[in-house]
């Protein structure tokens, strides 16, 4: 006969729950599922990398994002290997990186652990949406506290305020890094197959990529795109020389100095 799961106030030592739920796996078991959703993820990304925007978002960091909240489900909701003590929660900001302060080492591994769980949400959400960089983190944010809530009746993990803190921190990178990659995009840096998957192919956002040859400049290049969009032959002045005299470029050009009239010379 199972003993029903009971519930007891919070002991002085911290443990949140008497007989906590007691589920999970060893971590190679983790591992191996957080290969394969993110193996998934990638691939239904690429599947779908050229297809058209769903509802201003890009389908292909969607689903991204969906394999990233997989992974860190897998890590994060189930019971650790070996644990034997129930959960606990910490609610005093800064109270467990304080506690690993003694080792340098295990206060590394938490915060990197921390920290880089949460920077492919940011960046990934960012390429989603493609705006609003503090949005997003806090997206990121609200996923961690959503976590921290759900890891309360599960055996040997912590509610922690510090987890909260440093995956915050985490998506605010990923964020960052990603409006950096969108913007180096949109000028043409990481090429124009990159910044056509980048930006979805929107209406608002079709600017051509300059492309520079050695030799020129950015500004010949775009002057030679505006000439080939308007029919004209690359170094064609004609636009140019009507402006200067206020004629229409079809029409012949006036020249600057006086036509000769050899008709009036042959009567002189």
């Known amino acids: 006969m199972t003993t029903p799961l009971t519930f007891a106030p919070v002991h002085a030592d911290g443990y949140w729950f008497s007989n906590a739920l007691r589920f999970g796996g060893s971590f190679g078991t983790q ?16 599947a779908v990398r050229n297809r058209r925007q769903w509802h201003g978002l890009n389908l292909w960091a969607l689903c991204l ?13 189930t019971r650790r290997a070996g644990a034997t003590s129930p959960g606990h929660l910490q609610l005093t ?15 590394l591994i938490y915060l990197v652990g921390n920290v880089a769980m949460f920077v492919p949400l940011g960046l990934f959400l960012h390429l989603a949406v493609r705006r609003w960089v503090l949005a997003c983190a806090a997206l990121a944010m609200l996923v961690s506290i959503g976590v ?5 009746p599960i055996y040997s993990r912590a509610t922690d305020i510090d987890d909260v803190i440093t995956n915050g921190l985490g998506g605010l990178i990923g964020a960052v ?28 956002s079709r600017l051509r990529v300059a492309r520079v040859v050695p030799g020129e400049t950015r500004l010949q290049q775009t002057h030679q795109d505006h000439q080939r969009d308007a029919g004209q032959a690359p170094g064609d002045r004609r636009h140019a020389l009507a ?26």
């Open 65 to 77: 994002v969906v394999g990233t909240l997989g992974v860190i489900a897998i890590s994060t909701l």
């Open 177 to 204: 890094v990603g409006g950096a990659v969108v913007w180096l995009a949109r000028v043409g840096v990481l090429g124009a197959w990159v910044y056509q998957i980048v930006d979805g192919g929107t209406a608002r």
């Open 31 to 46: 591992l191996v599922l957080d290969i394969v959703v993110a193996a998934l993820a990638v691939a239904a990304a690429w």
């Open 93 to 107: 900001p800064f109270g467990t990186l304080s506690r690993y302060t003694h080792d340098p080492a295990d206060l």
């Open 243 to 268: 402006g200067q005299v206020g004629r229409r470029s079809d029409h012949q050009v006036a020249q600057p100095w006086a036509a000769r009239d050899d008709h009036h010379e042959d009567t002189l």
């Open 148 to 152: 921290e809530i759900l890891q309360l």
